[in-house]
């Protein structure tokens, strides 16, 4: 079963994204980007790629590249419950695998913080910055920098 | 500039048509400078680019075809001799062409500044101009035909719109004392509107000037546009030739008109003759003076030799070009036994130049959904027989299914194949260029220009193609008097070559130059830090060769213009990997040089063998697999630590998949199996004996890339959906080892 996630009333200056759960952080991508949200089927693997590229994956005939979010932010733990959540970027449809699909919500551009410069955590230019609503934290991603910008092909 | 997108796209692909073909045409005529075939088509593409450019308004590239026009129609009217700096000329007008539609491509506008070359034109038009001029002033008005129009006009009619005996002697007899039989050209203004409109005017008023006998557009042909700017009409009339002419130049758009009177006395002969001709039998050897003599079953030949001696000798007392035009017509008699077929088969070939033919163009990109989509039926086709359901009619149905996938997969291959040709006949011109560039003499030979290759495939070819045979030229073949020292030809050759074999498709370019230089290869190659001076001696000579495909590797001594321009063969290589096949070298100091290129027929499906590898499947492409065996562990040798089989007296390196692949696996455990399964591949021109954990089946596999997020993966080529919808990498083996 796939819900499919439509972007169906614009407001101006306000966007929505689309929040997801890894380990016990939530994250959040630009809804414009996200096409879908699947269940994890079977991934093949694929040799010779960075370790946090689980494989790839056919979804209707089309060869999709499967990244797994843990990995990619070094997030450590076990995670049950997968789901993937399919996005476009550079034209591109590459699946992130995340442990939970949470909510939409609208926010407005003034609303992001920057992104606190924290050592050892993930890489600051994969974030847009951080939105925090009531006690929670959400921390935006950057995709076309996290997927394209940072070498992803590591030999070995 | 207002053009619908879809006009300019086709007046891209029409214009690069046109241009390929007038760059072939004027090659071609630079060695037949006589064919009068070719100078037609020259003229004739040359006019359609002038047609195509005025509609669609790109002032510089008109008045640039139109003034290579006017000089094409001189060398067509034989005021021009065709010559090396004539051809010289024509080609640098067809590169200016090129450009100024690039221009357009990129720009949306005009930019090349062509007034230099404009004038130069002038020139070769004023050198020349010894007669009459070629409307060179297009808008004049009152332009009475001269000597050079009666020929042009005669030429043409005898192409376009010839009269058969029959016709010819039926009008004959209609007509009266004071009438007159008229040749008349009417040509329409480029920028005209309404061809079709203007065109039935003409017809038109031809009718109202006399009795219209016969006109080239008919009728029909003029109501459904189907013409160029030319329209040639027969007619019998009383008037004059001025009156006829200001007649005709009196309608809106048009150009030009001239007329000429048809040679009714001349052909009064015949008509008698063929109306004498059932009732007149005296033998063929009875050649007299006699005008009315005809033999009965020699329809034309010895007829028509009698009747051009007779015109021979009637016309000796006129004037040269008189005779010549006589000679002419008469000697066109003498091959035109059937002036009707003639006429047909000019028809249908002027049909074919003008941009009339039964295809459609189709964007590759829909062709490329097409293949996915019958991938995808064929993927799920394989799925429903491998449901094996044990019933009569499903299995029928799987039967039919089959078949049917398979027939639209082979017409859809099919659909996508082009021969070729299509881009070495932009070599010729190429070669001719830079070899008068670098003073060599060479000739490019061509075979296999039908063989057919995958459309995206063939688009691709190009640049590397070009790259090598640059090199031929620049590196390989020799300047004559090198040549001539050791004992060679001063020509020198290069051979360029296409065939099928199997399933892949073979393409050679071979020069019988200087060959490679292994020491001067070597030499480079360590002073560039490619090898060390151990790894030289351990090379051997296909290693050697395979060299200059390192980036940046040119073995010129200077760096030329034009094969040292930074691309290297490197760039070369690299194409044709991507488009999945291979390249080699084969070569001999002082006798030559190939290179070989193999390619897959198409990109989209191919046969493959399916293997296991650690609980994986994959695939491997069947046109890279020489044989698979199972064997036993005890076959396997070592040679210098690493693991050999011997297969028929040659030893071949095995190669465990896994370890190639950096699979987190044990290696080696191969060793404890009872049979290791082995897939002998040739990666280059050696043979390497793959090993993977299980040999599973050979079908046939839809080839899908990783897209542009996983690019260049080492050993992965791309992957297919298998039967149960789960994807299976397909191994790139080329250089596995």
Same mark, same amino acid.
């Given at each position: ?51 946090? %590229? ?32 399919? %996005?476009? %970027? ?67 | ?92 007008g067809l590169d200016y062409i090129k450009d100024l539609v690039d221009d357009i491509k990129n720009n949306g506008e005009e930019l090349t500044d062509i007034n230099n070359y404009l004038i130069r034109l002038e020139n070769v038009l004023l050198n020349k101009d010894n007669d009459d001029d070629i409307q060179e002033n297009t808008n004049s008005k009152d332009k009475f035909a001269d000597v050079s129009d009666e020929e042009e006009i005669i030429e043409d009619f005898e192409k376009i719109l010839g009269l058969s005996k029959e016709e010819e002697s039926d009008l004959l007899d209609s007509m009266n004392v004071e009438d007159l039989l008229y040749n008349i050209k009417v040509v329409l203004d480029d920028n005209c509107l309404l061809k079709n409109v203007r065109g039935y005017m003409v017809l038109k008023k031809a009718q109202e000037l006399g009795f219209l006998v016969k006109s080239s ?521």
């Amino acid at each position: 079963m796939d819900n499919t996630v439509n972007d169906n009333n614009v407001v101006n200056s306000k966007s929505q994204i689309v929040i997801f759960q890894l380990a016990d952080e939530e994250y959040a991508v630009d809804i414009s980007t996200s096409k879908q949200i699947i269940k994890l089927s079977k991934v093949t693997p694929v040799p010779n790629t960075p370790q946090f %590229v689980r494989g790839v994956i056919n979804l209707r005939g089309q060869i999709v590249p499967v990244v797994d979010l843990r990995k990619r932010f070094n997030i450590t733990g076990s995670n049950e419950k997968e789901r993937i959540i399919t %996005v476009e %970027v550079r034209d591109t449809l590459i699946g992130l695998v995340v442990d939970n699909i949470n909510e939409v919500i609208w926010y407005e551009e003034n609303e992001i913080e920057p992104a606190p410069n924290i050592e050892g955590e993930i890489n600051q230019e994969f974030l847009k910055g951080l939105i925090k609503r009531g006690n929670r934290i959400l921390v935006l991603i950057d995709l076309d920098k996290m997927l394209f910008e940072k070498i992803n092909k590591i030999e070995e | 500039m207002d053009n619908n997108s879809q006009y300019l796209q086709m007046f891209f692909d029409e214009s690069a048509e046109y241009l390929q073909q007038l760059n072939e045409n004027v090659l071609l005529l630079e060695e037949n400078p006589q064919d009068e075939e070719i100078i037609n088509s020259v003229f004739r593409a040359a006019h359609s680019v002038k047609g195509m450019s005025a509609t669609m308004g790109f002032t510089r590239l008109t008045d640039l075809t139109h003034k290579m026009e006017n000089i094409l129609s001189k060398v067509r009217n034989k005021e021009m001799q065709i010559n090396e700096k004539l051809i010289d000329v024509l080609f640098a007008g067809l590169d200016y062409i090129k450009d100024l539609v690039d221009d357009i491509k990129n720009n949306g506008e005009e930019l090349t500044d062509i007034n230099n070359y404009l004038i130069r034109l002038e020139n070769v038009l004023l050198n020349k101009d010894n007669d009459d001029d070629i409307q060179e002033n297009t808008n004049s008005k009152d332009k009475f035909a001269d000597v050079s129009d009666e020929e042009e006009i005669i030429e043409d009619f005898e192409k376009i719109l010839g009269l058969s005996k029959e016709e010819e002697s039926d009008l004959l007899d209609s007509m009266n004392v004071e009438d007159l039989l008229y040749n008349i050209k009417v040509v329409l203004d480029d920028n005209c509107l309404l061809k079709n409109v203007r065109g039935y005017m003409v017809l038109k008023k031809a009718q109202e000037l006399g009795f219209l006998v016969k006109s080239s557009p008919s009728q029909s042909e003029i109501e459904d546009e189907d013409f160029d700017l030319s329209i040639y009409i027969i007619i019998v009339s009383t008037l004059d030739k001025e009156t006829i002419i200001s007649e005709f130049q009196d309608i809106i758009d048009v150009k030009e008109v001239k007329i000429h009177t048809r040679d009714v006395k001349n052909k009064v002969d015949i008509a008698t003759e063929s109306v004498n001709k059932a009732n007149d039998f005296t033998s063929s050897d009875d050649i007299s003076n006699n005008d009315h003599v005809t033999p009965t079953n020699d329809i034309s030949n010895n007829n028509d030799l009698r009747s051009d001696d007779d015109n021979f000798e009637e016309n000796i007392s006129k004037v040269n070009s008189e005779i010549k035009e006589s000679a002419k017509t008469d000697k066109e008699q003498i091959i035109e036994s059937d002036i009707n077929k003639k006429t047909e088969k000019k028809k249908a070939k002027k049909l074919s130049n003008v941009q009339v033919s039964p295809t459609v163009r189709v964007d590759i990109k829909k062709l490329d959904n097409l293949m996915n989509m019958v991938g995808e039926l064929l993927i799920n086709k394989t799925r429903l027989a491998g449901l094996n359901v044990d019933n009569d009619v499903y299995q029928d149905i799987i039967l039919q299914l089959d078949r049917v996938t398979t027939d639209l997969h082979h017409i859809v291959m099919q659909i996508r194949m082009v021969p070729i040709g299509g881009i070495f006949n932009r070599f010729p011109r190429m070669v001719r260029d830079l070899s008068k560039e670098l003073n060599k003499d060479i000739d490019l030979l061509i075979e296999g220009a039908d063989t057919e290759l995958d459309r995206s495939i063939i688009d691709e070819l190009a640049d590397p193609l070009m790259h090598i045979i640059r090199n031929a030229i620049d590196h390989g073949i020799e300047i004559p008097e090198l040549r001539e020292k050791n004992g060679k030809a001063k020509k020198g050759n290069i051979l360029l070559n296409a065939y099928q074999k199997g399933s892949e498709i073979v393409i050679e370019v071979e020069d019988d130059g200087a060959g490679l230089d292994k020491e001067k290869i070597i030499e480079k190659a360590i002073s560039r830090g490619i090898i060390s001076y151990d790894d030289a001696n351990e090379m051997d000579e296909k290693d050697i060769y395979n060299l200059v495909f390192h980036p940046g590797f040119s073995t010129s001594e200077k760096v030329t213009d034009i094969s040292g321009r930074g691309v290297g063969m490197d760039v070369v290589k690299r194409v044709v990997e991507s488009l999945d096949g291979q390249i080699f070298i084969e070569s001999e100091k002082g006798i030559g040089t190939r290179f070989i290129i193999s390619l897959p027929l198409t990109l989209a499906i191919t046969q493959a063998l399916m293997v296991k590898i650690n609980n994986e499947v994959y695939a491997i492409p069947l046109n890279t697999i020489s044989e698979s065996h199972l064997i036993s562990p005890k076959e396997i040798l070592q040679v210098r630590g690493q693991d050999v089989m011997v297969l028929r007296d040659s030893t071949i390196p095995l190669v465990e998949c896994a370890r190639k692949l950096n699979l987190d696996i044990e290696y080696g455990t191969y060793k404890e199996k009872e049979e290791v399964p082995v897939v002998i591949i040739n990666s280059g021109e050696k043979q390497i004996g793959l090993i993977v954990d299980e040999l599973l089946n050979q079908q046939e596999i839809v080839i899908k890339s990783l897209g542009n997020y996983l690019l260049n993966i080492k050993n992965i080529s791309g992957a297919t959906i298998v039967g149960d919808g789960e994807v299976a990498l397909i191994l790139d083996v080329r250089n596995i080892a």
